[in-house]
Nanobody, 119 residues
Framework: QVQLVESGGGLVQAGGSLRLPCAAS????????MGWVRQAPGQQRELVAS???????NYADSVEGRFTISRNNSINTVSLEINDLKPEETADYYC?????????????WGQGTQVTVSS
């Protein structure tokens, strides 16, 4: 079982940056694939970044070069650094865990943190 708690969302101007930390609890955190999923209003959920236990990362094409996912297994955290935000990236961002393979969505979800990008 993994419990996830996100923070760090808010209102930012287009071109701005945010850092979204996610605190995880659970004995299997260090072995788990972790990721960030976003859901814009009226849209389907979209996996934007994932990271394996050893630090291997994957990104959606739309965020490559602007988003950076990282993890610290010693303190059970996974973070998403977001740069050059665009208004269309206004969404709820969810920390996700428990995926069994790279670039997939797991069973565990945080409550989400809202990111609003103004133009």
């Amino acid at each position: 079982q993994v419990q996830l708690v996100e923070s760090g969302g808010g209102l930012v101007q287009a071109g701005g940056s945010l850092r979204l930390p996610c605190a995880a609890s659970g004995r299997t955190f260090s072995a788990a694939f972790m990721g960030w999923v976003r859901q814009a209003p009226g849209q389907q959920r979209e996996l934007v970044a994932s990271i394996g236990s050893g630090g291997n990362t994957n990104y959606a094409d739309s965020v490559e070069g602007r988003f950076t996912i990282s993890r610290n297994n010693s303190i059970n955290t996974v973070s998403l650094e977001i740069n050059d935000l665009k208004p269309e990236e206004t969404a709820d961002y969810y920390c996700n865990g428990g995926a069994r393979r790279s670039w997939s969505i797991g069973a565990y979800w945080g409550q989400g943190t809202q990111v609003t990008v103004s133009s």
